[in-house]
């Protein structure tokens, strides 16, 4: 994704540094002025996450990277319009992410979903700084999947339908052939669910040491 | 539609925030519900706990992926 990074000044390690250690929050605002190099950080933050969806999504390889390189651009653009009360910019990333994927799939008419390649293994893998955010992702995804299979089946299926497959709560109302409110509910019973397991205090250990 | 929700049925907009924060909401439903959500405290505060919990799935996501 080399044509992903923004051209920029050289910084020195102490201006380097300083933008290291700002939020993503923070970081945009910067970015909103022409910072390249605070946009530069949030790529550096978040590359890997919008890599690994779009993967889940798109499946891994050249679409994949095209889906992240979209949505950092699409962030890139829509940078003056971010607004911190509406989400973190991780989430923000993730959702253009997640909706690049799902236009790229529709689009080509292919909605099932792919595992990756090992062909896409080892080109993540030739990445040396997505190895580390992936090792930790490792580690987490075991705890969140968990969390998952805890989930009753009919709670588990909508939210994993609407978020990995992209499906409105239409959509899968219409393939379950159950009500739409019916699905909305499973939808908060599961993600109720989800946070309780979870616990609000590791996500937030999680987005600290993601976003730091 | 307004912004004002009475207690008796807010259970629906409580779905609507787990749908929106899951991007499941069709767009005229996303138009109405941030409209709603501008001008009621208790969907902010659920809808930020659907974040937290929806902000967690990518990392499963990273792992189904391949690694």
């Known amino acids: 994704m080399a044509a992903l990074r923004l051209k920029s000044r050289r910084t020195d390690a102490t201006r380097s540094a ?4 700002r939020s993503d929050g923070e970081l945009i605002v910067l970015a909103r002025g022409g ?7 949030i790529y550096d933050r978040h590359c890997a996450a919008a890599y690994s969806l779009a993967c889940r999504i798109c499946g ?17 653009r829509a940078r003056d319009r971010y607004d911190a009360r509406r989400g973190e910019v991780r989430s923000w990333l993730l959702g253009i992410v997640h909706n690049a994927a799902i236009d790229r799939l529709r689009r080509s008419g292919v909605h099932k979903r792919r595992r990756a390649s090992a062909d896409g293994i080892e080109e993540r893998a030739e990445a040396p700084e997505r190895t580390e955010a992936e090792v930790e992702q490792c580690e987490q995804a075991r705890h969140v999947r968990h969390a998952l299979e805890m989930l009753p089946e009919e709670q588990r299926r909508v939210i994993e339908l609407a978020y990995f497959d992209g499906l409105t709560h239409t ?6 052939e159950q009500p739409a409110g019916t699905i909305k509910g499973r939808m908060r019973l599961g993600l109720v669910k989800l946070h309780a397991q979870l616990g609000a205090e590791e996500s937030a250990a999680d987005a600290e040491r993601v976003t730091r | 539609v307004s912004g004002v929700a009475d207690n008796g049925g ?10 929106y924060a899951l991007n499941a909401l069709e767009d005229a439903e996303v138009t109405v519900f941030e409209a709603h959500l501008a001008a ?28």
């Open chain 2, 10 to 19: 807010h259970a629906r907009w409580q779905g609507d925030a787990a749908a």
């Open chain 1, 35 to 41: 910072n390249a190099d605070a946009f530069e950080v």
């Open chain 1, 171 to 176: 959509q899968i109302a219409t393939s379950l």
């Open chain 2, 40 to 67: 009621c405290a208790q969907c902010r505060q659920e809808l930020d706990a659907m974040r937290e919990a929806v902000n967690r799935l990518p990392a499963a996501a990273s792992t189904l992926a391949g690694l």
């Open chain 1, 60 to 76: 891994a390889g050249g679409a994949a990277e095209d889906v992240a390189q979209e949505a950092f651009l699409a962030l890139w």
């Open chain 1, 18 to 21: 300083a933008l290291h250690k």
